[in-house]
């Protein structure tokens, strides 16, 4: 059976276009607005969307995602917050969700239970980034038991001795880090990246979506022909801040607004 993040990388290919998934911490300011924001990025056009479970200690995140980790967590934010967001959700009228979690939460709940949760309550993958690629066959199966996909990411610095057997654990598609380091928004993507994407390609069938320093839709359409999705997170959170000081209705036709013009360069 095909699963959701299959399906939503295929329809795009089959448009001639790049999958645009964008990031959104959860509960940021509150998870009411966290929903309304999910129904307007999939109005506006994403494709998938990167739902990130705010950690106190997020060891993959720049400044501006932490900050929005730090404000979630800040207003009360908990897991049962998150399991109660996506339950009242429809989430069969939205893009697949893709929860962005730290193995710590996953542990603490118990692994098999955590993915049994998240399959219930409407996610469609995970992502783990504290879990070494070589250290997640155990999550990987859970995962897969459960019907999820789990995402790995894998940087230009990965070793290629650990690049197949990170794949190997990987469904759904592949998290290609532009840059070693933390996320972030970045005036150019490295001229590096072309050939690192071009060495996954020969090595995974998986889709190769590429995040870190993805921020403008000049980058989104450098990245065509290379990559099969891009993932913005900074430049979207960045926009999010705006809630404390804007009326929601303004802040969330800024989103949509950013969304269509990363869907258009995404495409002929």
Known sequence: MTSPITAAFSKAKAENRLAFMPFVAAGDPDCETTADVLRTLADAGADLIELGVPFSDPIADGPVIQASYTRALGGGFKLSQFWAMLDDLDTDALPPLVGMVSVSIVQRVGTTAFCEKAKASGL????????????????AAAAKEAGLDLVQLVSPLTPAERVSTILAA??????CLSVAGTTGERDELPLELTAHLDRLRQQTDLPLAVGFGVSKPEHVAGLRGHADGAIVGSGLVRRLEAFADRPKEDVLEDVATFTREMVRASGD
């Open 124 to 139: 469609a993958g995970l992502i783990v980034p504290d879990v070494p690629g070589d250290e997640a066959t155990g999550l």
């Open 170 to 175: 990987c469904s759904g598609f592949v998290y």
